[in-house]
């Protein structure tokens, strides 16, 4: 009974760090309600009216949220800078409160400034959001000149129980997230195992679910390493080891996503496309085979299973050799005379299980230092060898400091931004004040809250979309709450806690449901306010709709970026990055000098991951342009693809010095420039559409790299899955180019 509680504890923890890597957004909820509580408590205890702890409760959170600098000494400076900066903006509110044209105006320059602010990075973001959201509740809790000194004070306890959550209450160390973002890579590494299992057992009706969840679990786990990469510089004593954790988190990944490719193909009567599990949509290769039952997939099913185990329960955490002998069966397949007899697309899937095995014994080692040798077989012990001889060549690239130069003037984001949410602000006072005197900063602040974090005239409309829908859902719950709560006063308090927590835990998620919650604590504020009515709910859809209009119409009139321009920005960065990578990857792998190749491969990722946040228009359910929905997605599941086998290129270059099986072949460079050729022709047909340069097409990579001559090394000395990853990229390239427009001609025959 205690080893099953024990077990049902375990998976319980794993599912909550895979849903939430590094209990980030607990971690937000918890320490925006322990802030407010704390704050109410204070005041209560100092005998504050109503009008005072819904003051003190809103400062509090944003004094909480506003800050998202990741060391602590920052952010406790910034904290610290933000009291003066809340205390002048609530002044400036009460003593302009009566002057409604100065008032207006100045709250127009508030809001540019605080835009503008964000060139200034992390710390200028957060003290412009304070003096933003600190003038936005001296106006809804109508803050006077009578009271300021009151609002001065609500203000200091508000900051002090802020930093008191911050530090004290729910602390976060740089370390600890770290260390947290790995268990979560560790627990969304065992979902992905689990959903490989699932699909290979999958029978015709099932097999598509169970493909889509295998495509989740790779997403969800190239998400955590990218929040891991994110947070290596801060949470890692030194270089060394951040590099060092970098490189097997990669390993792990890639081993993964191979695994997932390689069980695709043992299902099937052709090779699995790599973009089938990045498509949403795709279906498996055609002739699928249905589960079977014969020695080899049972054999197959039982280490999938087992090697699940081994990354949920480490060898060093149980006692026994069983677990150890586990690991030491799975590591032996590495060894080809350890294959089980089967077809071979089978014996590949029983070689990923085994690469995948030490994927994560190199994780473990990287993670938690040197393990205990005593059961290990001799594919074990050549496995560790290969893993120290790695973890020992880890050393030297310089990075490469240059920059692009920024833009500059208008054309500079931040400008740009807040001119946009300034002339919208503008819009949405004279608009509001029509619909409402004392209500119109609704309108503003909805104008302002779309322009955040969004670059392109799409982006803010589905913002603005997302924000009007949960507002209204909002309305009609903040209407059963006040009815429920009526005036009693700490039991409002508390659902209004209830829904701060549940606002910042699914702000990352959903920012529909975000907003849902955030209305629906209004409608009891209000009850607490004795304001509250159902036309003031109502009339807070409008003031909302007005905002979102006003916005939208700022970012479509004023120095407009529209979607597509943004879209092939971004098209044009990946596609720089992707060249970056492959070209220093292949260069390496010819014989060329050693680079930092990991570290350009997740720029590619990042790059990749702000493209695929730009095309959220275009992808859209509810769009109505369902040609280029489909488009969009196939073009980003195809750079996908690019990546993925451009970052195993980058790791498998990485292990030159070291790799006994690996050896530089020259002849790669010929097999590389027509890949970089074909991406550098999509980049100039992004970047000019009266680009004539066209994508090559010719022989296989593998044709590329026949004998030419004397000296030149064996074809075999370059291991196959080198040959495969250039393959797929250069078939994943060449496929970009027919969406894209780009023209598609044969290669020229090579020089006799």
């Not at 690239?397 to 931040?414: N, Q």
């Amino acid at each position: 009974m205690r080893a099953a509680a024990r077990s049902f504890g375990a998976r319980w923890r794993d599912r909550v760090a895979a849903s939430d890597p590094g209990l980030l957004r607990l971690a937000a909820g918890l320490r925006t309600v322990g802030a407010i509580t704390c704050t109410l408590a204070v005041l209560s205890l100092l005998g504050a009216d109503v009008s005072h702890l819904v003051a003190g409760a809103i400062a509090a959170m944003v004094a909480t949220f506003a800050i998202r600098e990741k060391q602590r000494d920052r952010q406790a400076v910034t904290l610290a800078l933000g009291l003066p900066v809340a205390l002048v903006s609530v002044s400036l509110a009460a003593l302009l409160s009566s002057r409604v044209v100065a008032g207006d105006v100045f709250f127009v320059v508030l809001i540019f400034c605080a835009v503008y602010g964000r060139r200034f990075g992390d710390r200028g973001t957060a003290l412009g959001l304070i003096a933003f959201q600190v003038y936005f509740m001296a106006l809804f809790v109508g803050v006077g000149t009578s009271d300021l000194a009151g609002y001065h004070g609500v203000l200091a306890v508000a900051f002090a129980c802020s930093a008191l959550a911050r530090f004290v209450l729910v602390p976060q160390t740089p370390a600890g997230i770290l260390q947290r973002l790995r268990l979560a890579f560790r627990a969304r590494l065992a979902q992905l195992l689990d959903a490989q299992l699932d699909l290979l057992d999958a029978g015709p009706d099932d097999v598509d679910k169970a493909l889509a969840q295998v495509r989740e679990g790779t997403a969800r786990l190239h998400e955590t390493a990218m929040m891991i990469h994110g947070r290596l510089e801060e949470g890692t004593p030194d270089e060394a080891t951040a590099r060092l954790v970098q490189r097997r988190i990669a390993d792990a990944e890639i081993a993964a996503e191979r695994l997932g490719l390689l069980l695709l193909t043992a299902r099937s009567a052709e090779q699995a496309d790599t973009l089938t599990l990045h498509l949403p949509g795709a279906p498996l290769p055609e002739g699928g085979h249905l589960p079977v039952r014969d020695q080899s997939l049972d054999a197959l099913r039982r280490d999938l299973g087992a090697l699940g185990l081994l990354v949920r329960h480490p060898v060093e955490e149980t006692s026994g050799t069983a677990l150890a002998q586990v690991r030491n069966r799975l590591l032996g397949y590495r060894d080809e005379e350890n294959l089980p007899r089967a077809s071979p697309s089978v014996q590949d899937v029983f070689r990923g299980v085994g690469e995948t095995a030490r994927a994560v014994l190199g994780l473990r080692i990287a993670l938690d230092g040197p393990q205990d040798e005593s059961d290990d077989s001799p594919e074990t012990s050549r496995s560790r060898e290969e893993l120290d001889a790695e973890d020992a060549a880890i050393g030297g690239a310089e990075e490469d400091d240059a920059t692009a130069a920024d833009a500059t003037g208008l054309r500079r984001p931040t400008t740009r931004a807040a001119v946009q949410v300034a002339v919208g602000s503008s819009l949405a006072i004279v608009g509001g004040e029509l619909l409402s005197s004392h209500r119109w900063y609704w309108a503003v602040l909805t104008c302002w809250i779309v322009f955040l974090n969004t670059a392109s005239t799409g982006e803010i409309l589905v913002k603005g979309y997302r924000r009007l829908l949960g507002t209204v859902l909002g309305v009609v719950a903040g209407i059963v709450l006040a009815g429920l709560v009526g005036h009693h006063t700490w039991t409002a308090f508390a659902v209004v806690l209830l829904c701060v927590f549940a606002m910042f835990y699914t702000a990352p998620l959903s920012y529909t449901l975000m907003s849902f919650f955030v209305t629906a604590a209004l409608g009891v504020l209000y009850t607490l306010l004795h304001t509250y009515s159902l036309s003031v709910l109502v009339l807070r859809i409008e003031e909302t709709a007005l905002g979102a209009a006003c916005g939208i119409v700022a970012a479509a009139l004023v120095l407009p970026v529209h979607t597509d321009r943004r879209t092939n920005e971004l098209l044009e960065t990946v596609l720089d990055r992707l060249t970056e990578v492959t070209e220093q990857a292949v260069e390496q792998l010819s014989g060329g000098p050693p680079a930092e190749l990991l570290d350009r491969a997740r720029d590619l990722d990042q790059a990749l991951a702000d493209l695929r946040a730009a095309t959220q228009p275009l992808t859209h359910p509810v769009t109505p342009l369902r040609t280029r929905r489909d488009t969009a997605r196939y073009v980003v599941a195809l750079l996908e693809t690019c990546a993925y086998h451009a970052r195993s290129l980058a790791a498998t270059a990485e292990l030159l010095p070291t790799h006994p099986s690996i050896a530089a072949d020259p002849r790669l460079r010929r097999a590389g420039q027509r890949i970089l050729h074909n991406i550098g022709a999509i980049a100039a047909r992004v970047a000019d559409e009266r680009s004539t340069v066209g994508v090559l097409t010719g022989p296989s990579v593998a044709a590329l790299l026949q004998p030419g001559g004397a000296g030149t090394p064996r074809y075999g000395r370059v291991t196959d899955r080198v040959l495969r990853h250039l393959q797929r990229l250069d078939e994943a390239v060449v496929g970009l180019a027919r969406p894209l427009g780009v023209r598609i001609a044969p290669a020229p025959p090579p020089p006799k």
